[in-house]
């Protein structure tokens, strides 16, 4: 049974004043991640990228289709107790403290006063915020947030990590930390979906790479396929493998024959 | 369950203390008690009248504060801002993360308000010190603290008439101007209806003015059934069964609105 499971995902949102004029967000979206993979998406602004992580922590409702996170709905709560999320831009309280909010996720998970104490402390020098403790949220530059919110994600060491844009508003420093953090969690098994647009990132750590473009999940290949380069034809010579692949799915809507990724174009 | 939502209770608690303007409005409320000791001097006879009538103003203004900044900037800023993924991303329902801060706002208003009550004792005993206890002759603690304990039952009831309003609307302006409104209607639709009724053979109104109005006393919140003022000021007994009903009635609304809240944003999606 795959770690996250989602079978003909569609969505379509309302939109105008009325809500009448529709846009497809997630158009017959399948996916399974194994367990202790790291899946990286990658697509263009408005591929649907965020509504299919959005709806795997069931915080938007798909219009058709399931998605299954340890073999339980996603819109079940209870399987949230295995998951770490950090959103895109992720907010944390503004007039709390980090030590405050990883408190609060430890309560919740029932973790003993002494634990929560311990973890908030190797979270916290992890992230690198080991004397940003008791400063209010608001107080944090963007990449501290989105330290700190990944600090959050994994405080109560979930199973699964789903990490949107987890290196967006980082500096050099900040994203290779995030990168070791990934790479950390990975070597202890836990399986992770992110998506990003950074795709020398994505090329570096994933096991396996999916294209979202149009709400669908167009090609899916792995860092072993990659490592065979493309043809010479290929948009920009000086990309990287990915990024041929990426502008050729994404530019012409064809995947390069032979990285199809297993042979599936989906 | 009940462990969690404690815990989001607390949180949202420990949150909206740190909001400025809680610190705003006691002040403000500490003022304006400390003005009914100062001005209530120049009315003689009406010496406790004013007092308690300025003091009880202060309560309320400490209790509105919440569902009409705390509430909305809690809840409906919490979408708008993206902050609600920090307890959603939890394995936290949205019923509970809906319950869970309801009550955390209910413990901020039950505290601005025993804060602003211990400040009402305060200035009455001043007042026993100041004045002749003669002015004071209509006194009755138990009266004040029953209109006290009205005043934040209706303020338990606007806060789950603004977490409605913040679970349907996108907007924490839209959020506000309707709890604004629900609040204007509350107060006035008894005393509306009460006209109507009385003037039905004098006025040429048509029936379905009067099933509207009539309509609205049970849809928006009755405010002025919590409204014990004119006891507490004037010394009066309280009938235990008005005090019964308000309890029952407010109550029941409050539960009734915050299940009406929970199955609303239960289907809402928060992209």
Known sequence: MPAILCHALSKTYG?????????????????????????????????GKSTALKILMGLVRPTSGSAQILAMPASDPACHAHLGYLPENPSLYKKLT???????????????????????????????????????IQRFSKGM??????????????????????MSGLDPLGRQLVLEIIRHCHNQGKTILFCSHILTDVERICSRIGIMHQGKLVAQTTPAELAQQLPASASASSATPLERLFLATVQKGVVPEGKQGEGHAL | ?????????????????????????????????????????????????????????????????????????????????????????????????????????????????????????????????????????????SAILVAIAMKALATLVLIAVAMLWSTVTTSTFLATLLTLCSYIIGQSVESVVRFLVL???????????????????????????????HQAAHGLAIAP???????????????????LAVLLFSRRDLS
């Open chain 2, 199 to 229: 003037q039905q053979n004098q006025l040429d109104y048509s029936p379905l003015l009067r099933l509207v109005a009539e309509a609205s006393l049970y849809v928006f919140p009755n405010l002025a059934a919590f409204n014990f003022q």
């Open chain 1, 145 to 166: 947030t989105q330290r700190a919110a990944l600090a959050y994600a994994l405080f109560t060491d979930p199973k699964i990590l789903i990490l949107d844009e987890p």
């Open chain 2, 1 to 141: 369950m009940l462990f969690k939502l404690w815990q989001v209770a607390l949180f949202t608690y420990r949150e909206s203390l740190r909001q400025r303007i809680v610190y705003g409005v006691l002040v403000c409320a500490a003022l304006l008690i400390l003005f009914s000791l100062m001005f209530s001097g120049w009315f003689m006879r009406d010496i406790l009248k004013i007092i308690l009538d300025l003091c009880l103003a202060a309560v309320s203004l400490g209790g509105l504060l919440v569902p009409f900044f705390a509430a909305i900037n809690l809840v409906a800023g919490d979408i708008d801002q993206k902050t609600i993924f920090t307890i959603l991303s939890r394995p936290v329902g949205r019923g509970l993360y809906i319950v869970g801060k309801f009550c955390g706002l209910a413990l901020l208003a039950c505290t601005i308000m025993a804060i602003l009550t211990l400040a009402t004792l305060a200035a009455l005993w001043g007042a026993a010190l100041i004045f002749d206890p003669f002015f004071l002759c209509n006194l009755s603690i």
């Open chain 1, 98 to 136: 980090i030590s405050e909010h990883l408190h609060f996720a430890g309560q919740l998970a029932q973790m003993p006063s002494k634990v929560i104490r311990s973890r908030t402390a190797e979270l916290l020098a992890l992230v690198d915020l080991p004397l940003a403790a008791h400063i209010p």
């Open chain 1, 15 to 47: 939109h105008g004043f009325w809500r009448l004029q529709r846009k497809v967000a997630l158009a017959n979206f399948s996916l399974d991640v194994a367990r202790g993979e790291v899946f990286g998406i990658v697509g263009p602004n408005g591929a």
């Open chain 2, 241 to 259: 069964g008005e005090v019964l009903f308000a309890l029952v009635y407010g109550l029941s609304y409050t539960a009734g609105l915050l299940i």
